[in-house]
């Protein structure tokens, strides 16, 4: 498939301002043409992929394409992408997460926001998305996969590991275990990578204490934020201090 004109990031910036304004930048028509082809490529891929997934879902705004995957499904997808000679992912670029509580927590789209995503399980309980960006560096071109799952650490939101497909899931993997709590299974090491071992709780998550409250480890404690004591000048850092 050809490759769309990029900036140097690799995204496809002209597609984004484009679908934020409705309208494209007075830019020369050499740029306007590779945004055209850029959507259409991605159009192409998300074809692609769902010929051979039915069960997936897709979209593409602001010059990025997104497919939703069933969890059980995952590795899969994620094979297929790689080995398939017209998506040719050759990079797992990252694995991250994102927290989105439901239930009295769930915000709706305003002017100013975009809101809480459509829940693609409930809104009565909250999601954990597990985003898998992948690079085709011989056709120039990038997704993401989005696989959702209950974020009840009672009912232990599991994942399929993906590392004998990208052997660089490994680290990524441990890091949204570490800070999300999801299990990937068939993960050859899952332990935490930053955080202790016997750390309690998954920081990243929207329901983890961000401050204003006491935290013991291994006999210590660490005070709010805001009592905290500060003794060590930062220099340029606007007369910011860490401590101690």
């Known amino acids: 498939m050809p490759a769309a004109a990029r900036d140097a990031d690799g995204r496809d910036h002209e597609a984004a301002r484009a679908d934020q304004t409705g309208t494209l930048p007075n830019d020369g028509p050499a740029l306007r043409a590779g945004t055209d082809v ?20 897709t979209t593409t ?13 995952i590795r899969d997808v994620v094979r297929f992408c790689k080995e398939d000679e017209e998506l040719a992912c050759e990079l797992l ?5 994102v927290h989105w509580p439901g239930g009295e927590h769930v915000v709706e789209p305003q ?36 696989v959702a799952v ?26 949204v275990y570490d800070f999300f709590g999801v299990h990937f299974d068939g993960h050859p090491n899952l332990v935490r990578i930053l955080m202790p071992e016997e750390w309690d709780g998954y920081p990243q998550r929207k329901d983890y204490p961000l401050g204003g409250v006491d935290t013991d ?28």
């Open 217 to 244: 480890y291994h006999g210590a404690f660490i005070p709010p934020p805001d009592e905290r004591v500060w003794s060590r000048d930062v220099p340029g850092a606007g007369g910011g201090k860490v401590g101690p």
């Open 61 to 73: 705004a602001r010059g990025e394409l997104t497919v939703f995957v069933p969890a059980e499904r």
């Open 111 to 146: 002017l100013s926001t975009t809101g809480w995503p459509p829940n693609r399980l409930t809104r009565d309980r909250g999601t954990i998305e597990v985003t898998y960006h992948l690079l085709s560096m011989s056709n120039n071109h990038r997704l993401r996969l989005v």
């Open 38 to 57: 850029g959507v259409a490529e991605l159009q192409t891929i998300a074809d692609r992929i769902r010929e051979r997934f039915d069960e997936v879902d």
């Open 150 to 175: 209950n974020d009840d650490p009672q009912a232990l939101p599991t994942v399929p590991s993906v590392t004998s497909v990208y052997p660089t899931a490994d680290f990524h993997e441990r890091e």
């Open 93 to 97: 670029s990252d694995v991250s997460g």
